[in-house]
């Protein structure tokens, strides 16, 4: 019921949020959706989101606790919803201290998920051991937005079932930033938080590899298959 939404900074995670949003509230009033023609959306009783730098300096709120009142305004609706609800949060716990910021969005998704029955949703996240969770809770599963290996660039396709890496590096690396810089960053950053990082680009390559696979079977496949007409013919 919940999809987590990694992948790299700039790659299109917030963007998949907003057309979520937007297509649902299409569809609750009736109106065309630009979709596959075998489309199907659920009837929905409301859409809930969190999107955005909550930060209100006239109300002396800083960006992380405005993000606290709006995910607990989206906690309460959530709840009190009689009917299917969507949720979206985008950068879930985010503007604090990673390690606590990590362990609040992954209790605040374990109970949304275990007390809103009627709640389904989106949820983007940089936090590495968030994209863990859909490993032990089959109500959680992951979905990436990838880099393209080539060029470094965002191919701003969705990849469901798949977990990406957030690559900051990479875009500094690509926006321009002293290379000074990123090499003294990367160096600091070396084995003291990027394992988990490590751990998705080399899934990531496993996946290419296996991907590149199926498609010989595939072409294999279809070459026997061409033989075996030619034969019977």
């Not at 409301?46 to 006239?58: H, M």
């Not at 405005?66 to 985010?94: C, M, N």
């Not at 990436?144 to 957030?166: C, F, M, N």
């Amino acid at each position: 019921r919940w999809l987590l939404i990694s992948g790299p900074n700039g790659g299109g995670k917030t963007v998949v949020l907003s057309m979520l949003g937007l297509l649902a509230q299409l569809a609750r009033r009736g109106l065309f959706v630009p979709a596959a023609p075998d489309t199907a959306l659920p009837w929905l009783q409301d859409v809930i989101v969190v999107l955005g730098d909550a930060q209100d300096i006239e109300r002396g709120l800083s960006t992380f606790e405005g993000h606290l009142r709006a995910i607990q305004q989206a906690w309460e609706s959530a709840h009190a919803a009689t009917g299917p609800v969507l949720v979206l949060l985008d950068e879930l716990a985010s503007g604090t201290e990673p390690i606590a910021g990590n362990a609040m969005a992954t209790a605040y998704l374990e109970g949304l998920a275990a007390g809103a029955g009627q709640a389904f949703g989106a949820v983007t996240t940089h936090f590495e051991s968030l994209k863990l969770l859909p490993l032990r809770d089959p109500l959680f599963a992951n979905a990436a937005l990838a880099l393209d290996t080539a060029t470094l660039t965002p191919t701003y396709r969705l990849q469901v079932g798949q977990v990406g890496s957030s690559s900051p590096f990479v875009l500094a690396q690509r926006l321009g930033l002293a290379p000074s810089v990123v090499e003294r960053a990367v160096q600091l950053a070396g084995g003291g938080g990027g394992q988990v990082a490590d751990m998705l680009d080399k899934l990531q390559t496993l996946r290419e590899g296996l991907e590149e696979d199926r498609r010989e079977v595939q072409r294999s496949k279809h070459d026997v298959e061409r033989s075996r007409q030619l034969l019977e013919d």
